[in-house]
């Protein structure tokens, strides 16, 4: 087995040739077009100089090379990593239940995974790096909407005194007080709740009350509603071409969502005050869409396209697959239950989990998880990772291009809206036609150019 400094090398190695691939990839990027910019019933031509093309396409085979004389294959999946990682989350099970909060247990427990994965510290580094802008806002969002939306008090309490926020990141501890409640930072009252469980809290005159509390009810009937999705999207959109049994359903589940299990472990007691976590996630909307190009543009922060694509496919490479991105690849093709809020392996989770907790803790902002937008990513997804029935006349219909990834694992590394940038890279799962939303896509080489021609296209869906 290849030794810690190898694994070490390989890691750096990895991380460098990461960041060199976005610089590429976000200039090809630049000169490609994605869904939200095509018009319907109006063609598009993509040219892309081949010579971008094979340059990005070399850093990865040189990448691949190196890290075979590294570290070899890397660590067995079977034998090592998936009993190891599986050995770590429980562990961090145990860790959270018994010492809740941001602790020195939780944390050890959680960056354990880089001993029996090693790979997986710079890929959960980049899976982080990859949506964090999202996680961002969210914080944001909901440190500016407090100021907006306030707290119940008592009705003799006394006015509420806005102060400037003075936020102090305390020592790693055991939470044991209200956690969603910052106004020990920014609104000076006698706040209090009477909630317990999920219900509605003790309604004062001028205050939405409305509270959610982390509970053994809460806990119960989030999986139970999550899973109760997984099962409405995989019998009412899917295909029936994968078969649902108890080895798929128990792997889903701790592949995807212990990861819930440890959050919530992690914030048990704590309470969610609803009004300003529904304006937050308003607010974070508008700003992702109107504020964020702003800071994009003016900070030169690569698209969200060549974060992904490069990320992903990098998370395939020689060895590294075997240590993170294996786990959301372990079975056989793609159900909803597979499906995490973007494609995580379990190995992948850990710098998002603990910004999680940590920003819970040290600071009262609710989760990233329980913004509205991420919710509805969380169940769009199940969609994204579920066999749908194909277009009429045999044609690769939209809907199944990720679910088609997980059946050649060495094609469609990016989102089914940027299947052009997948034919320009020749990682599609056909790259000379494919069928793609209400238009059809050929792939050809022109001298210097790979061409991509979009045309409105006649192909219609059947109906199930």
Known sequence: ????????????????????????????????????????????????????????????????????????????????????????????????????????PVVAATFGMFLVAPYSLPVSFCTFLTNCQEAFLHYVSYALVVYMVPHEVPMDAPPLTLVAPTIVVPPLQSSGSVLFDISSTIITSHATNTSVGIGIGEQQPAFISTTLMVTQAFFVAFFAIDQAICYYVFKTAGDNSVELNWKRLLFGFFNTKSYFVVLWLAL????????????????????????????????????????????????????????????HHALHDTTAFDAHVYGFGLPEESFWLMLEVFMAVSFGLPPYTLNLVTLYQSYDNKFGHTREVLSEGGGEGKVNHHADHHVLHSKNFGSEWGVPLEMVMGTNSNNDVYEWYEHTLRKREEGDFVVVECTPSTTKKKVA
């Open 268 to 327: 048990q007691g704590q309470m969610v005050h609803l009004p300003q976590l529904i304006a937050a996630s308003a607010v974070s909307v508008v700003m992702q869409k109107k504020v964020w190009p702003l800071f994009q543009r003016a900070l030169n922060v690569p698209p969200f396209p060549a974060l992904f694509y490069n990320q992903h496919r990098l998370a395939h490479m020689p060895g590294v697959y075997q240590c993170a991105h294996k786990f």
């Open 1 to 104: 087995m290849p030794s810690l400094t190898n694994y070490s090398l390989g890691c750096v190695d990895w991380l460098s040739t990461y960041f060199a691939g976005l610089i590429q990839m976000s200039a090809i990027v630049a000169l490609v077009s994605f869904k939200q910019e095509m018009v319907k019933g109006q063609s598009h031509v993509m040219r892309v100089p081949k010579k971008m093309v094979d340059e990005y396409s070399a850093t990865v085979k040189d990448l691949g090379g190196r890290l075979r004389k590294l570290t070899q294959a890397g660590p067995s999946f079977e034998g090592h990593a998936l009993p190891g990682a599986v050995a770590v989350r429980l562990g961090l099970v145990l860790a959270v239940a018994t010492y809740p909060g941001f602790t020195w």
